[in-house]
Every structure is written in C-alpha cells, then in structure tokens.
C-alpha cells in the first residue's frame, strides 16, 4: 500500500539516473563479459559466478538462486529495507529531491525518530568539542589516545551534567518531548514534565547500516553506576540487529567478505584508528541469529575477538555456537591474558594483532583449547566432560557432511573410536531438535514410537522411495529438502547414503 504515495514518474527518474552497476558494485565485485557484467551473487554462497547485471536493461539476475530484479529489487534484498526506504536511498543518491510523499503515520514515526537522533548527535558532539563543560570526556578520550579524527568519524559526544538540556532542545529543535520520549532521550517524571535520560557521559551514536543515529551508548565518568547506559528499544533501536561502527566498516566488510568483531566501543574505534576497519561490536555481549543473518548479506567469515579473561571466553563459546547454528563460517581470536583488543593495540599494534587474527582458532580448536582450561585432560571424567562439550557444538552444525567430518576429527583428536563416538552421540541427538517433550526424547532416542501413525515418517518414506527409484532426482531433493531435515533417525542415515556414498557412516 504504501507504494501508492510514489509517484512512477520519480521512480523512472531515479531509474534514468542512477546506473545499476553503480549501485551493486558497491557490494559485489564486478567483472565484464560481453554485454553484462558478472559477480558472486551476495544472495547466496557460491565459488562460480553466477549473478548477472544487464546494464543494458538495468536489472540483475543470479543464474543460481533465482533473485533477480531492479534497482530497488537489489537494494531492498541487500539492505533489508523496504520499497519507500528504498526509494529514499537511491533519490538521495541521485540528487533528485522527493517532497514526504510516504506521510503514513508509521513511516512519519520513524523518521521524526531518527530526526531527533540526529540533532541530539550534533548536540552532544558539540559540548564535547566546544564547550569547558565537555573537557572532562576531552581529556578522558586524549588519555585513551583516541584523536580527534576518530572523534569526529564517530561523532561521540558529551550529555551535561544537567536535568533539563535535551528537554529544553525541544523547541529549538521543533520536535515535541513526546518524540524525544520516544526517542529514549529523555523520561517522564512521576508528577509531571520530564528529565533527560543521559546526564554527564561520554556518548557513543550507534547508527544503522544506513547511516541513521538509531540510539547512543553513554558511559560514565565518575564512578557511579551504571558504568554503561544504552538507549531503550525503540521503533529505530533493536539491541539485536545493531551493532556499533557498521556504518564505517560496511564498505570495507564487503570488499573484504569478512568482519572483526569486538565487545566494547572503544575496542572498535581504536581498532579503525589503526586501520583495521573491518571492525565492528556487538552491544553487550549477547549475539542474536538476527545479527548473523544480517551480516550474510555483507560477508562469509566472522573472526571474534574478545577479552581474554573468562567472562569474555563464555561471550565467545555462546556466540560461536550461534554462528555454527546458522552455518557460518567463524573462528575466534585468543588474546593473550589480561588484554581486550583496545589494551593490546595501543601497546603491541596493528601488526602485531593482526598477526593474532591470523592465528585465529577454529571452532574446534577454541573447544580444545578451552577444554584444557576447564577440566583436567589427564583423568578419565575430565576427558569425557570435554568430548561432551564439543560434540554439544558439533551436533548444531546443519551441514552434514561438516558435521560428519568435525565428528571423524573429534575421534582422531581424542584417540577415541569413531563407533563408539557415534553410539555415544545418539544421546545428544534430541537437543539439536530442541525438544523438551520427554516422552518425544524417549521416542527418538529408542526409536519406539508408533511408525504407521506418523505422517511425517510417511512422508519421509515417501521421498526415500523416490530416491531409491530414480536418481537423477537427488540432487533435487538434497536442494529442496534437505538431508538434515529428516526427522527419523534410520531414514537419515540412509538419506545420507544418497547424498554422500563415498562419505555415509551409518
């Protein structure tokens, strides 16, 4: 619906204006054949290139997955933003102007949000750089020796030491308190008016992909508590699909395909002060699947580098085991103790920690390496404890033939027999599926339950039947469904033969 507030005659223009290969190139490297030019498409993983821009006729189309489309189309699908959102980017970059045609009340109510986002980033930016008060967050940034480019790329700022400052800013401003409530700006008092939220802290804009201030992150300068006070949720502001620096590490991300990601600001920024600035942070410590998902559209690889004491290794054993889950390729950076990231840049350097980063532990090393530290490797229980722990892991990965050779490498690694593994996997089969129905774990660990009343295990027999029968279809099926998707587990291990002969264990 919204769609019907663009009038056609500003999308040709923007259509006549912008070329598409403008636009993709700055997410996928192109290269010319013929007519058209060609790239791995950032819609799926590929190894041969299969996506195609016909400049000719101004759209893309991937020979692989299918995605296809326009100017709009590819923004849309890259950025995750919708038809108008989209507009709006590519008019901006045309220089062509749209008067508020997209006026609909939540539309309106988002971007009076990221309005009053902005001018409270110009605000704070200002009291830290123009103002006696903002000295004490001057001085505690030069300590940190973080200089004035890096302040300045960021926009980090100072809230005063005062009640009342952003709520005064309203009538300047022309935005009503109610949006700067909205905002998390300020808060409402018990009796009546309000007050502002941060209050004498170094600030922190954390902006989106687009490059819209979305929230803040406010650290104190004293010593009271809390240390660390984020924005609230927001229309703009979901904790679990931002994170801080993207919009300066984009570019660099997807020339790339990789990303760095670190736990605290000031880890980020010092590392783009170094010239590492494919960095970025999650806020807080805790990874959501929206955050991998989101950075699929950017790269393949993820390299997580936390701090090395022990809070920081369970950050990254829980977020690695969210990036196994959705089969993304991740590997963790193990500093040496008593060191973040920011410590060890600003006394060993880029060169020296990027040589960490190249020494990056796999997930499967990081397992061992953090089995040692947590039980004793010499005593029998101790082994057994670690062989769980990374098979806990190992059963999450959904692809099968990564999971079959991760199990072939905990047996080697381990010295135990690849059999005995495999009987002693079965108990952690259930988990994977994530159920807490007791009598359901009973049934798939015994396989007793009543097969010619499950339509799922018909279904299943069904397609085995299929495979069995005529084998040019497999490969349709392993793309369509999936080994991995078979519920039962004696028809997996035979769907398994189909798909990998050379590589089934059953």
């Keep these: 619906a919204m769609a019907l507030f663009i009038p056609t005659?500003?999308?040709?223009?923007?259509?006549?204006?912008?070329?598409?290969?403008?636009?993709?190139?700055?997410?996928?490297?192109?290269?010319?054949?013929?007519?058209?030019?060609?790239?791995?498409?950032?819609f799926h993983h590929e190894k041969t290139p299969s996506f195609t821009v016909n400049v000719e006729k101004q759209i893309y189309k991937c020979f692989g997955c299918g995605e296809g489309g326009t100017i709009f189309n590819f923004l849309m699908k890259q950025e995750g933003i919708t038809f108008p959102e989209a507009v709006k980017v590519l008019a901006d970059k045309a220089n062509i102007r749209i008067n508020d045609f997209n006026t609909r009340e939540g539309h309106k109510g988002t971007s009076v949000l990221y309005?009053?986002?902005?001018?409270?980033?110009?605000?704070?930016?200002?009291?830290?750089?123009k103002t006696k008060e903002g000295k004490g967050s001057r001085d505690y940034l030069s300590n940190r020796l973080i200089n004035d480019d890096s302040i300045r790329k960021f926009r980090l700022g100072y809230s005063p030491d005062r009640w009342n400052s952003m709520v005064n800013k309203s009538k300047d401003w022309n935005i009503s308190t109610q949006v700067l409530e909205n905002a998390g700006l300020i808060l409402k008092r018990q009796a009546s008016g309000f007050y502002d939220r941060f209050r004498n802290r170094l600030m922190f804009p954390i902006f989106d992909f687009q490059n819209r201030p979305v929230g803040f992150g406010a650290r104190v300068l004293d010593n009271s508590l809390p240390k660390y006070l984020n924005s609230p949720e927001t229309p703009t502001f979901n904790k679990s699909k931002?994170?801080?620096?993207?919009?300066?590490a984009k570019n660099s991300i997807i020339k790339n395909r990789k990303i760095l990601l670190m736990e605290g600001y000031t880890d980020v920024i010092m590392a783009h002060q170094c010239g590492i600035d494919w960095s970025i942070a999650i806020l807080g410590t805790a990874l959501t699947r929206e955050h991998v998902r989101l950075l699929r559209r950017y790269c393949d690889k993820a390299i997580l580098v936390f701090d090395a004491d022990t809070a920081g290794q369970k950050s990254s054993e829980r977020n690695l085991d969210i990036f196994i889950e959705e089969d993304f390729d991740a590997s963790v950076v193990l500093l040496p103790e008593n060191y973040d990231p920011y410590d060890f840049l600003v006394k060993k350097g880029a060169k020296e920690f990027l040589e960490q980063v190249e020494?990056?532990?796999?997930?499967?090393?990081?397992?061992?390496?953090?089995?040692?530290s947590k039980w004793d490797m010499s005593s029998v229980s101790g082994k057994a404890s670690a062989i769980d722990d990374i098979l806990s892991t190992a059963i999450k990965i959904p692809n099968i033939l990564?999971?079959?050779l991760t199990i072939k490498r905990i047996s080697e690694e381990m010295s135990i027999e690849e059999n005995d593994l495999r009987k002693h996997l079965t108990k952690f089969k259930t988990f994977k599926r994530g159920q807490t129905d007791k009598n359901k774990i009973h049934d798939q660990i015994t396989g007793n339950f009543n097969k010619s009343q499950s339509s799922t295990y018909?279904?299943?027999?069904?397609?085995?039947?299929?495979?069995?029968?005529?084998?040019?279809?497999?490969?349709?099926v392993e793309s369509d469904i999936g080994v991995d998707n078979f519920s039962n587990e004696e028809l997996r291990s035979i769907a398994a033969i189909g798909f990998f002969p050379e590589d089934a264990h059953v």
């Design 9 to 42: 005659e500003k999308i040709s223009e923007i259509q006549g204006t912008l070329n598409i290969s403008d636009v993709v190139s700055n997410y996928v490297p192109l290269k010319q054949t013929g007519k058209n030019l060609i790239g791995l498409c950032p």
């Design 115 to 129: 309005e009053a986002n902005e001018q409270a980033t110009s605000f704070f930016s200002e009291m830290l750089l």
């Design 242 to 248: 931002s994170f801080y620096g993207i919009n300066l």
């Design 359 to 372: 020494k990056a532990y796999d997930f499967f090393s990081f397992k061992i390496k953090l089995s040692e």
């Design 402 to 404: 990564k999971r079959e």
């Design 458 to 476: 018909k279904a299943e027999m069904e397609i085995l039947g299929i495979m069995i029968n005529r084998n040019d279809l497999i490969k349709k």
